[in-house]
């Protein structure tokens, strides 16, 4: 469990390495300000690439991120999955970021915005007060509010006066749904892909609008290169300042991804259980793990602030209910184990029907254990009295 929620914080979580700093900026002095954005890299942390704002005279050079957390948070995996951990606005000399992901070989890109000294110092002040440590955390939403999302908000805001007018070009989206932009991202990572596809519930099938869509680093950029202020272009054009190949995706071997273990389990376990009259010694492991699985998906659909998160067509298959019926089966409560199991088959069927009407509800990966909870069910009630 908690290899999976590490690898759940990974993928969701834009991470950087940043470090909290005494950011000193001079707003009166003539600036540099960019939109730094890295490129994706093929760890898990940098599977979404990341977004900073670089702020740039004579004798200063910073950068700052709002995609740092602490890991010494108390109760930092649970505070994760409840959705109440904090992010914060962090700051760092231009030298230690440009190291940092010049070690990892992650190419970065730089848009010098095209503002007048004015519009320099009301961004930067904006920043500065958001920075300050009575400000600078939030509650984080790796969709709706995260390290892009706050720079897009920060510009709408705080560029502009009221007698000028921010606008983005991009007027529509993509028609892509949450699922498909996280999916683009999520491919060279199929276990991770399957786990998010398992936790998380329904809402990822809405489709984004070209706003939200910038909760991607890189179609922030895009978004950028277009947006204007009064008709003038807000930023110059992308030059890359760390300087390395776009990675080229890294396919995972067919015999490696779920959806090939989860078939092989399955026809290893029916293959092996056919002509098996009894197979509990397999059926209440099996109700053990999708009954653990179901109260976490319960506990994250009912209680977690993620939006993403509820409904869960998931609880079908992997029932919490699931857990409470091992005793019955255990004591052989045949009344009992007959009007459940009828009724979990009848779950099972709903959701492999759900999961083709609203695809990618249920990952297709997970559809073998839907089958072999199916198989084990139906052998257990051919065994009632």
């Not at 230690?96 to 070989?105: H, K, P, V």
């Amino acid at each position: 469990m908690r290899n999976l929620i590490l690898c759940v914080v990974a993928i969701v979580a834009t991470l950087t390495m940043g470090f909290e700093a005494k950011a000193e900026i001079n707003d009166t002095k003539p600036k540099t300000i960019s939109l730094l954005t890295c490129e994706p890299g093929n760890m898990l942390y940098t599977l979404f690439g990341h977004t900073a704002i670089r702020i740039k005279d004579v004798d200063s050079d910073w950068v700052f991120n709002y995609g740092t957390f602490d890991f010494d948070t108390p109760n930092f995996y649970g505070k994760y999955i409840k959705g109440e951990l904090m992010y914060q606005l962090a700051a760092q000399p231009f030298s230690s970021f440009y190291n940092t992901y010049d070690r990892m070989e992650v190419a970065v890109y730089e848009q010098e915005l095209k503002l007048d000294s004015a519009q320099q110092q009301k961004l930067i002040r904006a920043l500065l007060e958001n920075y300050k440590p009575e400000n600078r955390t939030y509650l984080y939403d790796f969709l709706y509010d995260n390290c892009a999302t706050r720079v897009r908000d920060l510009f709408e805001k705080h560029i502009t006066d009221s007698e000028s007018t921010y606008r983005w070009a991009i007027a529509k989206s993509s028609d892509k749904t949450f699922w498909n932009l996280l999916d683009e991202k999520l491919r060279i990572a199929p276990w991770c892909e399957w786990g998010i596809h398992t936790l998380l519930g329904q809402d990822g099938n809405k489709v984004a609008t070209a706003r939200e869509e910038m909760f991607l680093p890189e179609m922030l950029m895009q978004a950028v290169s277009q947006a204007t202020i009064d008709g003038t272009p807000l930023a110059k054009e992308a030059v890359k300042i760390i300087d390395y190949p776009k990675r080229t995706e890294i396919k995972t071997p067919w015999y490696v991804n779920p959806q090939f273990a989860f078939w092989a389990l399955a026809l290893v376990i029916i293959g092996g259980t056919f002509k098996m009259k009894r197979t509990r010694f397999i059926f209440i492991p099996m109700l053990f793990l999708t009954g653990v699985l179901g109260l976490l998906l319960f506990y994250l659909a009912a209680f977690s602030l993620h939006p993403m998160t509820n409904p869960n067509w998931n609880l079908l298959w992997a029932c919490p209910l699931n857990l409470f019926f091992i005793p019955f089966l255990v004591k052989n409560r045949w009344r009992t184990i007959n009007i459940y199991l009828n009724c979990y088959m009848g779950l099972l069927i709903a959701g492999i029907a759900i999961l083709f009407w609203t695809t990618p509800a249920i990952s297709f990966a997970t559809i073998p254990l839907m089958l072999i909870m199916f198989y084990l069910s139906y052998k257990e009630l051919r065994c009632l009295p």
